[in-house]
């Protein structure tokens, strides 16, 4: 009959709210730290640092509190910690001297670790005491002090009257220097605040680390396109020349008809398609604004109804473009605005009601507004820093696991500080004070004509009064710009800081989340076919992978779950082995990622908490290095960390093997491929220019998608991480031959990642209008890889993790003759793995 039989639908994944919820904990968790570390420091460091040297101080001078001055207590407790530290030395010179066997002397060294700086500062105690007592050597220090010895002469003698006068002399420095600290430390704090509210919380987080390419934001994109055309004169001339054509262009009734008819036949044809297709499995909320994402994407914003998708795409507030929103950018200015009102009036007014006896109006005034503009002016300074580098934030976490780690750690931070105060300093912020002062002069002079009296009208200032409002003004700015400018690299580089155990991270969140919350479907575990809302199956890490890394795209997610032997007969017949059914899966999972990408990442990519823990989940299976393996086993494998990390996914994934169920751990090695493999082809189809008359036809794909850092990380670790795992479970004793049959997956979603950074190069080629038969100097090739090496730098270590990936595989048993030799791939494929082959035996 030519009636086919009904099909029966698989049901829709949802993605479970759990990797979001975990997210969100993990970076409240790192952004915990470098928020309250700085004022935490400034209120318990200085009284602990004034109150020890108070307590060495007491034990010369005999009194405390305040009849000692502090600049006694610094000087007597530096004389006994300099005396203090010249016995110590001088001790361990004493004790090399008398041991001529090193394993001796290190031994005793060891042991009077501890006993040699006490007896030598209780020496140096005694030594200053009977110096101060019977010579009077620091009697001009202690001229109170010795006037008042006469009254306490007997209450300091005894054990009791030592103690009562050591806690009292402590605790009343400590209180002391507590009330001197407590301001300061409460100003950092909300400065800290104010930074901690770029990367999350309800005031529309700017700070991103997205993992694919994003669209430029409209604003941007239609800026960009008519400066270039100003900026080259070819591109002016055919500017011109279009807009004379479509002038120019006839507009008769019957190629009206037939445009119309042919819009129409277009439209139906594209609505049977889609009548045809499967229902996305992920519904995006807010459809319009995708919609419109997705014509811009292909339309621009020049053509008909430009302005009007413009303006669709700019009220869009969940929108994730190349660079912030206009209204993300608009709410973190009014959320500034607040803060730094807040910080004038409880830090910086009452800092200079203390210090100056007479504060003028317009000091006032221009403080004030000067402590509103420089958190707004230092927030534009970063609008274009907004996307993390990951690679360069994370590679310093490593650094404090070696030996001298510490020391290049605080190095490499204080560069980052002092590049981005000096920035920060001699930007925007720099002309602060002068927009404040100008501003309150032209309103003191010229507001009285327009507001009569009132608590807006001002006297018009004085000469001396502009000059120190200046000067208060820029100490102020400054004082915000280098506390702003630290914070935010402290909190960069906490949130990027490698190294997360995801069992232990589950098991932390799995207590915050509902019951009905804690039954969701798990990919990992789900024997059948796609998991529904309704399954009971217990969520596990693998889960967690799955999910974060495939970005909630459930179309995507269950491609890479669905268990292989639950598909029917008819379906896997079509394969000549399970082999050629995990490349079909993979190819189909690929596809759907970079679709996905292309339609509706700017609309679900999620908040920075679910990108910093994709990143970190990643890295703690694909980080630690170069995975070529040069010289020992050990290196495939990065790490320690990472190789533990690994074993840990294999061995509970054979741990949990049952018949008739693939390995958890095979939709784990399955979501990394098509990652990997997704942005490669989805990159392929973003920047694949063509060309008309030796000139880009339509418009220009590098300016329509911009490339962040963090997506060529998560690329390198993504595909690195699978090669791991797949070529570990082949050198493990137990193996599961599922997860070998990945082996050839690798090998196709390296090659199609490689093919989109290349696209990626010929396209910011045809940008810039380079030739890239220039850079190569022999003739032999197109110049492209030349073109990489020296303009497109950062995509150098993709390329590498590919090759590397791609020799794992090709260097395990059985996979050189299996996947290489006996298998035809298609294109310029076969080439490249035969070319590293023959570099892996030279």
Not at 393 to 407: M, Q
Not at 536 to 556: A, V
Not at 681 to 700: F, H, L, T, V
């Amino acid at each position: 009959s030519s009636t086919a039989a009904p099909q029966k639908s698989r049901p829709n994944y949802v993605c479970s709210e759990i990797p979001q919820k975990t997210a969100l904990h993990f970076l409240h968790r790192r952004l915990l730290l470098p928020t309250f570390v700085i004022p935490a420091a400034l209120l318990s460091v200085p009284p602990l640092l004034v109150s020890t040297l108070a307590f060495l101080a007491y034990h010369v001078t005999g009194t405390g509190g305040s009849s000692t001055s502090l600049a006694a207590i610094v000087t007597t407790s530096s004389i006994i910690i300099a005396s203090t530290l010249l016995l110590v030395r001088t001790g361990k010179l004493v004790i090399t001297s008398q041991f001529t066997d090193e394993k001796a002397r290190a031994t005793f060294m060891k042991k009077s670790s501890i006993s040699l700086p006490f007896w030598s500062m209780v020496l140096s105690i005694f030594a200053v005491r009977t110096l101060h007592s019977f010579f009077h050597v620091f009697r001009p220090l202690f001229v109170e002090t010795m006037a008042s010895s006469s009254t306490t002469e007997a209450a300091s003698r005894g054990w009791m009257s030592l103690i009562l006068g050591l806690m009292g002399t402590t605790s009343f420095w400590t209180i002391k220097t507590c009330c001197v600290t407590f301001l300061p430390s409460m100003a950092w704090a909300w400065i800290s605040i104010l930074v901690a509210i770029r990367y999350t919380g309800p005031f529309s987080p700017m700070l991103r680390c997205s993992s694919t390419p994003l669209k430029t934001n409209p604003f941007d994109a239609a800026l960009t396109k008519i400066g270039r055309n100003f900026t080259s004169k070819n591109r002016f001339l055919d500017m011109i020349a279009n807009g004379l054509d479509k002038l120019s262009a006839a507009t008769s009734p019957d190629q009206t008809k037939k445009g119309t008819a042919t819009t129409g036949t277009a439209a139906s044809a594209g609505q049977a398609q889609n009548s045809n297709q499967s229902k996305p499995l992920l519904q995006t909320k807010n459809n319009t604004a995708n919609d419109a994402a997705t014509k811009s994407s292909h339309d621009g914003f020049f053509g008909k109804d430009g302005m009007i998708e413009l303006l669709k795409l700019s009220s869009a507030t969940n929108a994730r473009y190349s660079r912030p929103g206009f209204i993300t950018i608009a709410i973190q200015v009014i959320a500034n605005i607040v803060g730094g009102h807040i910080f004038a009036h409880t830090f910086v007014l009452p800092l200079l009601g203390n210090v100056l006896i007479r504060l003028d109006e317009t000091v006032v005034v221009v403080t004030l507004v000067s402590c509103l503009l420089v958190p707004v002016l230092e927030l534009f300074s970063i609008i274009n820093e907004t996307e993390l580098h990951y690679g360069h934030y994370s590679s310093a976490g490593d650094l404090l696991a070696f030996g001298d780690g510490s020391l290049r750690f605080l190095v490499d931070l204080g560069c980052d500080v002092l590049q981005r105060v000096q920035r920060s300093l001699f930007g925007y912020a720099i002309v602060t004070p002068i927009i404040a002062t100008l501003t309150i002069s032209i309103w003191a002079h010229f507001g009285q004509y327009l507001l009569s009296g009132g608590s807006f009208a001002l006297a018009p200032p004085s000469y001396p009064a502009i000059m120190q409002a200046l000067l208060i003004s820029y100490v102020t700015v400054a004082f915000t710009v280098i506390a702003l400018a630290i914070q935010d690299v402290l909190t960069r580089w906490a949130v990027c800081a490698p190294g997360v155990d995801a069992d232990i991270l589950l098991y932390q969140t799995s207590t915050k989340v509902p019951v009905e919350g804690k039954k969701t479907p798990s990919p990992a575990t789900e024997s059948g076919a796609t998991s529904t809302p309704n399954s009971k199956k217990k969520f596990l890490t693998e889960d967690l992978f799955i999910q974060s890394i495939l970005m909630g795209d459930g179309n995507t997610v269950s491609q890479v779950i669905a268990n292989p032997d639950t598909e029917s007969q008819s379906s896997m017949a079509r394969f000549k082995s399970h082999q050629d059914d995990e490349i079909s899966r993979n190819d189909k999972a690929v596809a759907s990622f970079a679709k996905w990408i292309q339609s509706s990442s700017t609309m679900a990519s999620g908040r920075l908490s679910d990108d910093i823990l994709r990143m970190s989940l990643l890295e703690s299976l694909g980080g630690g290095g170069s995975c070529s393996p040069v010289t020992s086993q050990s290196r495939h494998f990065g790490k320690l960390r990472h190789s533990s990390a690994l074993r840990k996914r294999l061995e509970l994934s054979a741990a949990t093997a049952a018949p008739g169920r693939q390995p958890i751990a095979a939709p784990l090695i399955r979501a990394l491929c098509a990652f990997a493999g997704g942005v490669g082809e989805s990159m392929g189809e973003i920047y694949r220019q063509e060309m008309k008359d030796g000139k880009p036809a339509g418009k220009n794909a590098a300016e329509m998608w911009k490339l962040p850092p963090g997506s060529l990380a998560a690329a390198e670790l993504s595909i690195v991480a699978a090669a791991r795992l797949v070529v570990m479970n082949s050198a493990i004793d137990k193996r599961h031959e599922r997860i070998c049959l990945l082996l050839p997956s690798i090998l196709q979603s390296a090659y199609k990642l490689r093919c989109g950074l290349f696209a990626y190069a010929n396209a910011t080629a045809t940008t810039y209008e380079v030739k890239l038969t220039s850079f190569d100097k022999t003739g032999k090739t197109d110049g492209l890889m030349q073109f990489i090496e020296q303009k497109c730098s950062d995509l150098c270590p993709v390329l590498s993790a590919c090759n590397n990936a791609a020799r794992m595989v090709i260097q395990t048993d059985r996979a050189l003759e299996e996947v290489v030799l006996r298998r035809n791939w298609k294109g310029d494929m076969q080439r490249w793995l035969v070319e590293l082959n023959c570099e892996k035996e030279s």
